[in-house]
Every structure is written in structure tokens, then in C-alpha cells.
T-cell receptor, first 113, second 115 residues
Framework: NAGVTQTPKFQVLKTGQSMTLQCAQDMNHEYMSWYRQDPGMGLRLIHYSVGAGITDQGEVPNGYNVSRSTTEDFPLRLLSAAPSQTSVYFC????????????FGPGTRLLVL | AQSVTQLGSHVSVSEGALVLLRCNYSSSVPPYLFWYVQYPNQGLQLLLKYTTGATLVKGINGFEAEFKKSETSFHLTKPSAHMSDAAEYFCAVSAWMDSSYKLIFGSGTRLLVRP
């Protein structure tokens, strides 16, 4: 199993550009989520999904869109990038709506100029 | 509201010394608690977790943590630090919010290990 994979590993954008961060998992997990990591702030939840076709907002959703058309994939879209979105983004997954372990991808480092 | 507080954004120890990373939580229900480790330029890896039962939890790489309900704490320890332990450590609590469980993270503690 590859676990949770993310692409790209690193990206530079100009203000106003759009892009999609890809996330995939091969563990048949129902629950997937996106976090952003900023210095001194830990990880903050952006969006999450409890299953294909179901998404919802987390703590910091503004400026981001998500969709979940399959169990495996959960892409995160930045419609119009802003410097405040410079961060490291992590995708995670776990089995179902339980309190069990979340498994994290390797992250995408995004720089918005 | 459920939350996690990690005392000390940076902790520095000598190689071979005791490692103690502090975590306090607030939770309205019996908590599930987690410690994750992040090595430089990598994702988060689970070190250990507490769900129910035994309050002393052993994890990977010689780390362990003790759940103390009376102190609302879940401190992470390791008897003897190795250079390879240098990383950032995150404590997290699983919280029921908006019809699903979510992880609430502390702000992280960076562990530095001196030769």
C-alpha cells in the first residue's frame, strides 16, 4: 500500500493564480481531510469529507474548494491564490467516522508570491 | 470547547538525557489522545495513542505517554534521547464536532538534541 499520496511536493504560484493540490489514498478510507500547517499554529482543518459525494468545511475554509467524486481522491482547489495561503498542506485519511488514527500524506509546500 | 496546549515551543536536551514533552487537553467526553512526530520535510507519523484502558501507552522509538485524567495531561517521555529524535512533536485530541470526529492539534514542540 502506498498509503496517502500528495502531489506536487512543492509549488510556487503568483497571486491570483489557481491550482489543485492532489490527494489520494489506497486504504479504502471513508474519511479524508485537508490541513494547513503554519509556524506556531499546529495543523488547522480546512475541509473534510466523510465519504464520496460528501464534503464540509473545517476551521479555515475560506479561499479553498474541495470535491469528493471517488473514495480514493480528495483534491483541494485554490481558486485565486493569495500570499496568506503560503503554507504546508497535508492530506489525511482514516477509516470511517470513528476516533481512530488518521494517516497523513507527505505534504505539499506552497509559496504564493 | 475541546483544545490542546503544548507547553514549550522548543525543548533542548543533551543526547542520552530524558525527554519530556508536555501536553494538556480539555475535553467534554473521555478523550482519545494522540502524539504525532514530524521529521524535517516529512508528513506526520503516529507515535502513540490513548483510547481506553491502560493509562501508560508505549509507542514507537522508545517513546511512551501517560494519561492522567485528574491533571488532564498526556505528557510524552523517552528515557534517553538520540540525535535521531530531533523533530517536531504534536499532541492531538479527537473531538466530536459537526457530526464527525476531528483532530484538534496543539501548536507543536520542536525537540533539539545536543551532542
Amino acid at each position: 500500500n502506498a498509503g496517502v499520496t500528495q502531489t506536487p511536493k512543492f509549488q510556487v504560484l503568483k497571486t491570483g493564480q489557481s491550482m489543485t493540490l492532489q490527494c489520494a489514498q489506497d486504504m479504502n478510507h471513508e474519511y479524508m481531510s485537508w490541513y494547513r500547517q503554519d509556524p506556531g499554529m499546529g495543523l488547522r482543518l480546512i475541509h473534510y469529507s466523510v465519504g464520496a459525494g460528501i464534503t464540509d468545511q473545517g476551521e479555515v475554509p475560506n479561499g479553498y474548494n474541495v470535491s469528493r467524486s471517488t473514495t480514493e481522491d480528495f483534491p483541494l482547489r485554490l481558486l485565486s491564490a493569495a500570499p496568506s495561503q503560503t503554507s504546508v498542506y497535508f492530506c489525511a485519511s482514516r477509516a470511517g467516522r470513528t476516533r481512530e488514527t488518521q494517516y497523513f500524506g507527505p505534504g505539499t509546500r506552497l509559496l504564493v508570491l | 470547547a475541546q483544545s490542546v496546549t503544548q507547553l514549550g515551543s522548543h525543548v533542548s536536551v543533551s543526547e542520552g538525557a530524558l525527554v519530556l514533552l508536555r501536553c494538556n487537553y480539555s475535553s467534554s467526553v473521555p478523550p482519545y489522545l494522540f502524539w504525532y512526530v514530524q521529521y524535517p520535510n516529512q508528513g506526520l507519523q503516529l507515535l502513540l495513542k490513548y483510547t481506553t484502558g491502560a493509562t501508560l501507552v508505549k509507542g514507537i522509538n522508545g517513546f511512551e505517554a501517560e494519561f492522567k485524567k485528574s491533571e488532564t495531561s498526556f505528557h510524552l517521555t523517552k528515557p534517553s534521547a538520540h540525535m535521531s529524535d530531533a523533530a517536531e512533536y504534536f499532541c492531538a485530541v479527537s473531538a466530536w464536532m459537526d457530526s464527525s470526529y476531528k483532530l484538534i492539534f496543539g501548536s507543536g514542540t520542536r525537540l533539539l538534541v545536543r551532542p
